[in-house]
DNA sequence: GACATATATTCACATATAGCGATACGATTC
DNA sequence: GAATCGTATCGCTATATGTGAATATATGTC
């Protein structure tokens, strides 16, 4: 099976670095024309299209039928899964002492509990 | 050019749902021998390998050799990157109601400032 | 209608998968 | 040292890029 298509998720289509960009610059909450993303990233015009068509494919931006334009506006909630699932392992960078507090409460939690977690691969 | 390598940063990494749910294994911050990961998944061993080897690569587990076998541990710090990133659009789906009310004072702030944002494309 | 502007689409190219099956390699056990 | 276990690697297939160049499709303007 090949790589899985960059729109069948968010997590896919944030990976690429030049449409992270695209969504930091539409991040104030307007709508931006194709030109005004191309006029701020070193992006080929046809290129920014199709970074934003990727990000329209999976909700991460709305596009707007204006006159010629075609305002395209960012949907941040369309984040969210990315945010739920890292955010598990928040605790392990963030309150330096809390964290080695934690980890020193779960080793000895785990001294008491005795079993080993992890399947015993013999 | 062609897509960025998985092995390129972290976003590349854990776009693919089977390394997401590899981290969610080695998340209980043991020791995770290949075997072990791999009675627990629906994946045959040498794919495991090669998902547990782009980890390794991008930083997000160690390896210690102990015998025969290799024993993975999660390195979460590693995707720090990936939370400050999400982290910037968090308030918009937590606190409806302060959401509410930061998206009507950041209008009224534009209709006060009443300059275009975004490149005034002509 | 002729022309310019805004945006999307198509083509070609170089490259990178994810997974399977077979196999190689190192460590362990007998 | 032969068999076995744990793991990595190779060859293969099918597929999906990201980008640039060229072109098509609207839409607006004169």
Redesign the interface.
């Known amino acids: 099976m090949a790589?899985?298509a960059?729109t069948t998720d968010v997590?896919?289509a944030?990976?690429?670095?030049r449409r992270?960009e695209i969504i930091g610059l539409l991040?104030?909450?307007?709508?931006?024309?194709v030109?005004?993303v191309v006029?701020?990233v070193d992006i080929e015009q046809p290129t920014v299209s199709k970074h934003l068509g990727v990000l329209l494919q999976v909700g991460v931006v709305n596009v707007t039928k204006r006159g010629q334009?075609r305002m395209y506006r960012l949907d941040?909630?369309q984040?969210?899964p990315?945010?739920d699932?890292?955010?598990?392992?928040?605790r392990?960078?963030t309150h330096q002492i809390d964290r080695i507090k934690e980890?020193a409460e779960?080793k000895t939690l785990e001294m008491i509990a005795h079993g080993r977690?992890?399947?015993t691969?013999k």
């Open positions: 790589r899985a960059t997590f896919n944030i990976a690429e670095p992270r991040s104030n909450g307007e709508e931006w024309a030109n005004d006029a701020r334009h941040p909630t984040l969210k990315v945010h699932w890292v955010k598990s392992y928040e392990y960078w980890i779960q977690t992890p399947g691969s």
